[in-house]
């Protein structure tokens, strides 16, 4: 079976127009995808988002792969901050292959993006994501988070474009793209901490992780009072009494 890379934006530093920020979003975005390559039988391998894109650049190199997806959001230059909208696939001019993956994921982003005028297939040679990459490459700016129709897009449709994608991956490898048994999106409901990310559904089980309040997580089954997710690549459980 092909294996792939999934590298969302390490960049917490580009803020959303309504809050939160591009590294959250294209995160929780690839939490709600992996689901779907599972129930597919996709096997992946995905960046540490603690990290930077040289790293992420260093890791999908080290392995053998069908395809390295680069999921980000966009922002306008000054003049026209917020005014720009629109979702871009880039990828390297000279690659067969990443031309062929562009081609597929920008005309399945067309079915679910406002405006599918607005979605372009871009060929580069600038961003080293796709430069030093050496697996075939594409680099998706998946709409502008300065704008704010585009952010609250992405923000509204996450389990949308997370199966968007799935399909689109799953085109580019020739396999049949089925869907998991649980597609739901829940929101982090905690009074003011974060949430606890536990190894098992139990309260004495390891704390793998913090949910901060408000964010949106991937619900892939059910223990009872437990629910299985995945946050930040870390796959565990939170107790549903705070999960609406």
Do not use: C
Not at 48 to 54: G, M, N, Q, R, W
Not at 62 to 70: D, K, R
Not at 182 to 198: D, H
């Amino acid at each position: 079976m092909p294996k792939i890379f999934l590298s969302p934006s390490t960049q917490e530093y580009n803020p959303y127009v309504d809050g939160g920020n591009e590294e959250y979003y294209m995160n929780i975005i690839t939490d709600a995808l992996i689901p779907y390559l599972e129930a597919s039988g996709i096997e992946y391998d995905r960046n540490d988002p603690s990290k930077t894109v040289s790293n992420s650049i260093r890791m999908s190199n080290s392995g053998n792969y069908a395809l390295h997806l680069a999921l980000h959001s966009n922002a306008a230059p000054p003049d026209t901050a917020g005014k720009v909208r629109g979702s871009q696939v880039y990828y390297y001019p000279s690659s067969n292959e990443g031309k062929r993956a562009a081609d597929i994921f920008a005309n399945n982003i067309k079915e679910i993006y406002p405006d599918p005028t607005k979605v372009k297939t871009v060929p580069t040679t600038t961003l080293s994501e796709i430069t030093k990459t050496k697996a075939p490459t594409i680099l998706i700016e998946i709409a502008y988070h300065d704008n704010p129709e585009d952010a609250m897009w992405i923000r509204d449709n996450i389990g949308t474009i997370a199966q968007n994608l799935a399909i689109s991956v799953s085109d580019f490898l020739g396999i049949e793209e089925r869907e998991p048994q649980s597609t739901r999106i829940g929101i982090v409901s905690t009074k003011k901490t974060a949430l606890n990310l536990r190894e098992e559904p139990s309260i004495a089980a390891e704390i793998i992780g913090k949910i901060p309040k408000g964010s949106k997580i991937p619900i892939l089954g059910q223990d009872e009072d437990w629910y299985l997710t995945y946050f930040e690549g870390r796959r565990g459980y939170v107790n549903s009494d705070y999960v609406t």
